[in-house]
């Protein structure tokens, strides 16, 4: 292999699916790199460990560029180049085949286990409102209703991108009843429901809960009315960089996604932003669930330092150290 080389297919298909939002949500974000990062090992067409290492390293800097905000992104990159190992390339690549397998595999069980703990918090004849579309709240109501437990739902539609849309679906697949409302109307109807459900994207050292643009308001109202705010996040979706006081990068989007052109041109000349996500500070929230227990948002950062540790390395940066 000379100096250039070409990725992976399936690493650049996967992040142009990732930027363009067709692969979405944190947790199948972090299954779908880790993925990319196995097709890219089993392409083994390299002349040497050093030269694998740095394609590998190449293909994660790829994925990592493609969304700033959900750290499981970078989590899940972590996880897989830590593990590589071995002083051939063929033992290079089994070492990437493993590690790739076995973090697909915890993530699926992390997410059932959280499913259950977070079922627990819902009892017969609750109502929940959901927000955005998180595959673990998803996995909470799910998991309630498996175990018999009836529950209905208030989904809010969730602009720009209309993201309730994949929740009601999915509930209804569930044979949970629905009732799909705008945004706007979250206030009016938080006196009839009994549980906030949603989940993150990231979630800071103190506490803080990044996720989708509208939770951190929707948390405040949910709090004035008595209804407990409820976090599903498996613990890949802690920020360990958060623990020497980065903070999360909040995602921008087009503002095509809050207004198409013509309508815009139509109005005048307007500023027009659109952040994807918000910031939840911890007193607003009650309950973190992931699938090692349920957590008050004050106290994750125990396991924030027990599953990470303080030294977060970004093993896909080239220094002059690493071949
Ligand atoms: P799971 C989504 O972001 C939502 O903000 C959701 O709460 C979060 O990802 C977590 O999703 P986006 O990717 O990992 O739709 O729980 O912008 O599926």
């Known amino acids: 292999m000379g100096d250039s080389f070409e990725l992976h297919p399936d690493v650049q298909n996967t992040a142009r699916q990732i930027a363009d939002m067709d692969i979405r949500g944190a947790a199948t974000i972090a299954d779908a790199a880790a993925a990319a990062l196995g097709a890219q090992a089993a392409e083994c067409d390299f002349d040497s460990p050093d030269a694998f290492?740095?394609?590998?390293?190449a293909a994660a800097r790829e994925l990592e560029a493609t969304r700033p905000t959900a750290v499981s992104l970078p989590n899940a990159l972590r996880y897989v180049l830590s593990e590589m190992e071995g002083e051939t390339v063929a033992a290079l690549a089994r070492s990437v085949e493993r590690s790739v397998g076995r973090f697909r595999t915890d993530l699926d069980n992390a997410q059932d286990r959280l499913g259950e703990i977070g079922a627990g918090r819902l009892h017969d004849g609750d109502t929940v409102m959901t927000h955005c579309h998180s595959t673990d709240a998803m996995a909470c109501i799910a998991a309630a209703v498996r175990s018999g437990t009836d529950v209905s739902a208030i989904v809010k539609e969730t602009r720009p991108r209309n993201q309730g849309h994949i929740t009601a679906r999915e509930?209804?697949?569930?044979?949970?009843?629905?009732?799909?409302?705008v945004d706007n109307a979250a206030h009016r109807f938080l006196d009839d429901v009994d549980h906030l459900l949603v989940g993150a994207d990231s979630i800071a050292a103190d506490g803080s809960v990044v996720n989708k643009i509208g939770t951190a308001g929707l948390a405040v109202s949910a709090r004035d009315r008595g209804v407990p705010v409820m976090i599903a996040a498996q613990s890949i979706k802690l920020d360990p960089k958060t623990l020497t006081g980065t903070t999360v990068e909040i995602e921008q989007r087009d503002p095509t996604e809050v207004l198409d052109t013509d309508t815009r041109d139509d109005i005048g000349t307007i500023a027009v932003e659109n952040p994807a996500f918000d910031v939840t500070p911890p007193r607003h929230v009650d309950a973190i669930i992931t699938e090692h227990g349920q957590f008050p948002p004050e106290s994750i950062v125990v396991l924030m330092r027990e599953l990470f540790g303080e030294d977060v390395t970004e093993p896909w940066i080239e220094t002059e150290t690493s071949v």
Do not use: A, F, G, S
Request: hydrophobic share 50%.
């Open 171 to 181: 509930l209804r697949e569930l044979d949970v009843p629905v009732t799909l409302i």
């Open 53 to 57: 290492r740095t394609v590998m390293r």
